[in-house]
């Protein structure tokens, strides 16, 4: 199984402030056939299910506000929030989806300092 | 617009069953791949199971370790209603459960998921 890292934890970040979160496989992700990293980030707020922000590691979502960025390929990717916002509070979770299972990151939960 | 419904969470002892449903409306359910993915209250996500379209040539079911020989996922693409059947619980199965449709219609699971239902919740104790 491919296993998921995320670090940090958790940060509290100034409104405005750059927001990184990094991502971590166990395997690549890199599928061999066309080159794409399998590799999604989800956003969920308190008592809301997961919101798909970015996928193939670095394609936002339509309507997904352009401060949220996605980069890395292989074993390791980073979801930057350029401009952090108090809208963004929430936890953050990466996910690969080249093999079975489908595995999640940890989280990671962004504050508001 | 869009909708996935689950129902059928509900109190369960160790060892017993449940079915879960989850129903589709406003897009094409048969060409998709359709996931379970649960979370523990206050916890993480935890991706569960998954099912392919009808374009994609009979791929899996594909089961995490932790459940893998007591759930099992199934479709009725007449009905639009994705299931979950969970047998032999056990606590530690106890968390909600969302259903979860793949963005794009080529019906392989490998895709990521851009909709998701409100979820419903699944307890397991004596």
């Known amino acids: 199984d491919i296993v998921m890292t995320q670090s940090p934890h958790s940060l509290a970040l100034s409104l405005g402030e750059r927001a990184t979160i990094n991502c971590k496989s166990s395997h690549s992700v890199i599928f061999g056939s066309n080159s794409y990293n399998y590799l999604a980030w989800y956003q969920q707020k308190p008592g809301q299910p997961p919101k798909l922000l970015l996928y193939w590691a670095s394609t936002r979502e339509s309507g997904v506000p352009d401060r949220f960025s996605g980069s890395g390929s292989g074993t390791d990717f980073t979801l930057t929030i350029s401009s952090l916002q108090a809208e963004d509070v929430a936890v953050y979770y990466c996910?690969?989806?080249?093999?079975?299972?489908?595995?999640f990151g940890p989280g990671t939960k962004v504050e508001i300092k | 617009e869009v909708q996935l419904a689950e129902s059928g969470g509900a109190l369960a002892q160790p060892g017993g069953s449940l079915k879960l449903a989850c129903a589709a409306s406003g897009f094409t359910f048969s060409n998709y791949a359709m996931n379970w993915v649960r979370q523990v209250p206050g916890k993480g996500l935890e991706w569960v199971s998954a099912?392919?379209?009808?374009?994609?040539?009979?791929?899996?079911?594909f089961y995490a370790d932790s459940v893998k020989g007591r759930f099992t996922i199934s479709r009725d693409n007449f009905k639009n209603t994705l299931y979950l059947q969970m047998n032999s619980l056990r606590a530690e199965d106890t968390a909600v459960y969302y259903c979860?449709?793949?963005?794009?219609?080529?019906?392989?699971?490998?895709?990521?998921?851009?909709?998701w239902g409100r979820g419903t919740l699944v307890t397991v104790s004596s």
């Open positions: 996910q690969q989806y080249l093999l079975n299972p489908f595995t």
């Open positions: 099912i392919s379209g009808s374009g994609g040539r009979g791929e899996g079911p």
């Open positions: 979860a449709q793949v963005k794009g219609q080529s019906g392989y699971s490998q895709l990521p998921i851009d909709r």
